[in-house]
């Protein structure tokens, strides 16, 4: 023992977060997703809706983050549309990539060169984020707002607006997927992790720095599986045969599922999801998974659709309804089928 009992020999740093019940909302058992995921083939996700429009070298046809874009996916058979969510100053929920942008001051003479300033998307209210146009930013934020305020006004909005939509929610930030985990028993959570990527700067957090401890923290807290950039599944299949035998669930993204051929031996290898920047060029116009096995349900239980001969799209556009005369109930059978309560899966 040293001779001297106030001389400090050692520091221990605990690491923690407080998870607050989620104000003014009650979550209780009616229907709960977190850990449930049917069984089909691998599932098109549209990435910031119909694609990357800012850095990428083949950029998007329609802006990311957008209506258009949300839509334009959808109409192409995205069974899920991937964006990013973020708070502005006076707490509107904003869809945008990044967490910073840029502002250009006003010049005095047009000869005098642009300069540009980068702020936090946090720092601007809704109005003033309605002035700017597109930025990109190349850092990282060392404050944010407080986890429990920002996760609960995000849940809320969602779940005040989600409907009946499949809601999955997913982040690099670990500590948000075990707090999203805790905070609500609705909807899925997937852990993002960077991987060994030779593409992207390496992650602080080590939990999402190798697939291999992303799984691992993902069994851990009971989330619903993880999602792996491509370049570390194409290299080590092993990875999605391991996080299935853990009961997870797998999704990939990255620039190699954009390539016909990755996304080829991705859906080979058995993942669950793959995320798509060029989903109109990969798949027709088309619907989704989930409108194809709903109108086939609707087929057994709605006599004037089983003789239908129409494509299965033209249920679902209203551009161009079912033409179907084999039944004097037809327009009462489309209505049903767009207000029909929706099965669990």
């Not at 019940?21 to 549209?46: F, H």
């Given at each position: 023992m040293s001779r001297n009992p106030r001389k400090t020999i050692g520091k221990v740093?605990?690491?923690?977060?407080?998870?607050?019940?989620?104000?003014?909302?009650?979550?209780?058992?009616?229907?709960?997703?977190?850990?449930?995921?049917?069984?089909?083939?691998?599932?098109?996700?549209?990435?910031?809706?119909?694609?990357?429009?800012?850095?990428?070298?083949?950029?998007?046809?329609v802006q990311e983050n957008t209506i258009a874009s949300l839509r334009n996916a959808a109409s192409h058979g995205a069974a899920y549309v991937e964006f990013e969510v973020h708070l502005s100053k006076d707490y509107v929920l904003i869809v945008y990539h990044d967490l910073t942008c840029c502002m250009a001051m006003k010049k005095k003479l047009d000869t005098e060169p642009l300069e540009l300033f980068e702020i936090a998307v946090k720092e601007l209210t809704f109005d003033q984020l309605q002035l700017l146009k597109d930025g990109q930013w190349d850092g990282n934020l060392s404050t944010y707002?407080?986890?429990?305020?920002?996760?609960?006004?995000?849940?809320?909005?969602?779940?005040?607006?989600?409907?009946?939509?499949?809601?999955?929610?997913?982040?690099?930030?670990?500590?948000?997927?075990?707090?999203?985990?805790?905070?609500?028993?609705?909807?899925?959570?997937?852990?993002?992790?960077?991987?060994?990527?030779?593409?992207?700067?390496?992650?602080?957090?080590?939990?999402?720095?190798?697939?291999?401890?992303?799984?691992?923290?993902?069994?851990?807290?009971?989330?619903?599986g993880i999602n792996v950039p491509s370049?570390?599944?194409?290299?080590?299949?092993?990875?999605?045969?391991?996080?299935?035998?853990?009961?997870?669930?797998?999704?990939?993204?990255?620039?190699?599922?954009?390539?016909?051929?990755?996304?080829?031996?991705?859906?080979e290898y058995g993942v669950h999801g793959l995320l798509d920047d060029r989903i109109y060029d990969s798949n027709p116009e088309q619907p989704n998974i989930f409108q194809v096995e709903q109108l086939e349900r609707l087929k057994k239980e709605l006599p004037e659709l089983k003789s239908c001969?129409?494509?299965?799209?033209?249920?679902?556009?209203?551009?161009?309804?079912?033409?179907?005369?084999?039944?004097?109930?037809?327009?009462?059978?489309?209505?049903?089928?767009?207000?029909?309560?929706?099965?669990?899966?």
């Open positions: 740093r605990e690491d923690y977060i407080i998870i607050k019940p989620i104000q003014g909302y009650t979550c209780n058992m009616e229907a709960s997703y977190a850990k449930y995921w049917k069984p089909r083939t691998t599932l098109d996700v549209g990435h910031r809706g119909a694609g990357h429009s800012t850095t990428t070298a083949k950029l998007a046809k707002f407080n986890m429990n305020l920002f996760l609960d006004i995000i849940l809320k909005t969602v779940w005040m607006n989600a409907g009946r939509r499949r809601i999955v929610f997913s982040s690099f930030h670990a500590d948000i997927c075990t707090m999203v985990r805790h905070k609500q028993n609705k909807c899925p959570v997937l852990f993002l992790t960077q991987g060994e990527s030779k593409l992207h700067p390496e992650l602080m957090d080590l939990r999402s720095r190798t697939t291999s401890i992303a799984i691992t923290f993902a069994q851990f807290e009971n989330l619903l370049e570390d599944l194409l290299r080590n299949p092993s990875f999605i045969k391991r996080a299935k035998s853990k009961g997870l669930v797998i999704f990939s993204w990255g620039d190699d599922t954009n390539d016909p051929d990755n996304r080829k031996k991705l859906r001969v129409c494509p299965t799209l033209s249920h679902f556009k209203s551009v161009s309804p079912c033409k179907c005369h084999h039944s004097c109930l037809e327009e009462n059978a489309v209505d049903n089928l767009k207000t029909v309560q929706m099965q669990k899966d």
